[in-house]
């Protein structure tokens, strides 16, 4: 941590404070009303006090009788503090606390909206668990201090008040007063500077254990496979040590603070004592005014905690602000147009010269050019690391390209607004993502338009009507985390209705049938290809059976389209292509031959 980050910490902080008032004006007024209300009720009380000892009970030894009607306005008067004292507490909870849940509530809807919006190229520099910690866990630190701030500044006006009672009832208790408050908020001071570092590293900690965590439960059956259970937890234990140590610290310094802001009223509340009974002698003051001024100081340790309470926050409010702005103001947003896809029926797909690479590689494509005809299927065919998935996002633009034109139906993709791109192109990736939902949830997603009849028929498309018919609840049917009730190939079929729920004119597959049998990604393709709708399809295959159904095969080499035809007439003139092609055709058949032994 810099030196300069720790020093202004605490203005870093206000201005989050401030931010938060400015969202939340009203919520923060009737906290604070009801704070500064308690305040000078604490003040009033201790008034109310001192005036029963010098005038009730003092008299009352002295004379050896107690009035009646003396003892009924004494009881009448603190039952009437104590019911506005807890209207002022209702009033200050309710806001500080509403204003709490609100802002927190807010921050992770913004957070969870900007992750929608940011591309996936953005995604991949970021460990998901640390996505989590933003949208939770740092999002609840930022506004932590919001539960007391309230209750702070109720705080600064009791203490403004205290200060002129004070004067008003004896200057020289009055100097007490000014050396203890100054002493106080200098010790809130110190400790912001010392706590800062300290809080700021925590709050990283949690984000690194929540990513480690998360990446952990993610790959459980690799770990669990591979027989790696004892290092995955020493490789968390590392991190949770390190977690714990911070916290430590965190603690030791809040356990010195803490003795010495209790400690710091009770020496003033002394001092009043021994300076009071001076005066008292002197005859400056009465008994009444002596015991009002030292019952206020031994009242006044915990709503000045309070300030405290907001000024230990701070650094870890500050270092949530930072993360979750380093979120909300994260760039590489795709900027979309406002055109449509002109025409009806299957869209056309074209790319012109496309060049890509990923942030800190070389290029992964090279000059690309290929078409998918209007109503046409078009295969993409090359071994891994050949770019066909990285064809495949830019076909969808979830990324944009270095150089070159990706269009549909001679729209520029970037042209497109992004519902217009989003009823145009469907993509079913290579890897399926089945919510914990409804069978039906999982087809419509909620899209308007999208009734039962049409998710049975996208069922029927993708060959999955038979198996969803056949389950408990039909459509009804929860299936679990990801899909956990499904196979895979039922989790492909589903997620491919999915895509084709939405009637999209251009469809493209990435490898979306792999875990499907191949006579049943036969019939898929079949039925794709004879829908009455239609939709122009790129798909990238590796089945022979698969490739031979397209009108067209692309086939790549290390990122270049390198030929272009029909299945036979690559398999006749290009050997590289027939060797792939073969090779999957023989890897597939070993697996079916070790499948039925």
């Not at 050396?179 to 800062?196: K, W």
């Not at 990923?358 to 005809?373: C, E, N, R």
Request: glycine residues 10%; hydrophobic residues 50%; contains cysteine.
């Amino acid at each position: 941590m810099t030196t300069r980050a720790s020093q202004d910490v605490l203005g870093r902080g206000l201005r989050v404070l401030g931010r938060a008032i400015r969202t939340e004006p009203r919520l923060f007024t009737i906290g604070t009303v009801g704070s500064s209300l308690f305040g000078l009720l604490v003040i009033a009380n201790s008034y109310v006090v001192g005036a029963v000892i010098g005038h009730v009970v003092v008299p009352a030894f002295t004379e050896h009788r107690a009035g009646t009607r003396e003892l009924a306005l004494i009881a009448a008067t603190f039952i009437g503090i104590s019911v506005l004292r807890v209207v002022s507490i209702f009033g200050r909870r309710l806001g500080a606390g509403f204003m709490q849940f609100r802002l927190q509530a807010r921050y992770r809807s913004a957070v969870t909206r900007r992750y929608l919006a940011l591309p996936p190229a953005w995604h991949s520099r970021h460990a998901t668990g640390t996505l989590l910690s933003n949208a939770n866990s740092d999002v609840e630190a930022a506004f932590v201090p919001i539960a007391p701030l309230p209750f702070a500044v109720g705080t600064i006006v009791m203490i403004l008040a205290a200060v002129i009672s004070l004067f008003v009832t004896d200057w020289v208790l009055a100097l007490v007063g000014l050396c203890l408050f100054p002493a106080l908020f200098g010790l809130n001071y110190v400790y912001s500077r010392r706590m800062s570092p300290r809080q700021i590293r925590a709050q990283q900690l949690r984000g690194k254990v929540s990513a480690v965590a998360h990446e952990s439960f993610d790959g459980a059956l690799v770990v669990k496979t591979m027989g790696r259970e004892a290092d995955e937890s020493r490789r968390f234990r590392v991190h949770v040590s390190e977690l714990r140590d911070a916290l430590i610290s965190v603690g030791r310094l809040r356990g010195l603070f803490d003795p010495l802001m209790d400690a710091l009223p009770s020496i003033g509340t002394l001092a009043v004592l021994l300076l009071g009974a001076w005066r008292l002698q002197s005859g400056a003051i009465s008994v009444a005014e002596l015991v009002s001024v030292a019952f206020l100081f031994t009242v006044l340790a915990f709503p000045v905690r309070a300030i405290g309470w907001v000024v230990a926050e701070l650094p870890r409010s500050v270092a949530g602000w930072e993360r979750v702005q380093a979120v909300l103001g994260a760039g590489g947003d795709l900027a979309y147009g406002s055109a449509t896809t002109p025409g009806t029926g299957p869209a056309a797909l074209s790319f012109e010269q496309v060049t890509f690479s990923y942030a800190g590689s070389a290029d992964v494509l090279h000059d690309i050019s290929f078409t998918v005809p209007a109503g046409k299927t078009v295969a993409l065919v090359g071994a891994t690391g050949s770019g066909k998935s990285t064809i495949a996002s830019l076909a969808v633009r979830l990324v944009d390209p270095d150089s070159g034109t990706v269009s549909v139906n001679g729209v520029p993709l970037p042209d497109l607004s992004s519902a217009a791109l989003a009823g145009t192109a469907a993509l079913v990736p290579q890897v399926p993502f089945v919510f914990d939902d409804t069978v039906r949830g999982n087809v419509t997603l909620d899209r308007d338009g999208v009734a039962d009849a049409a998710a049975w028929a996208a069922l029927r498309q993708a060959q999955a009507e038979g198996f969803v018919a056949g389950l408990p609840e039909g459509l009804d049917t929860a299936v679990g985390e990801r899909g956990t009730s499904l196979s895979g190939g039922q989790r492909q079929r589903l997620t491919l209705a999915r895509a084709l729920a939405g009637q999209p004119r251009l469809l493209v597959l990435d490898d979306a049938t792999s875990a499907v049998d191949p006579r049943v990604e036969a019939a898929i393709l079949a039925s794709l290809r004879g829908s009455d709708a239609g939709a122009s399809i790129l798909v990238v295959a590796y089945r022979r059976a698969t490739i031979a159904l397209a009108d067209e095969v692309v086939y790549l080499e290390d990122g270049k389209a390198v030929a272009t035809g029909t299945h036979a007439e690559l398999m006749a003139a290009e050997p590289g292509y027939f060797g792939l092609v073969t090779a999957y055709e023989r890897d597939e058949q070993d697996e079916h031959d070790h499948s039925r032994r």
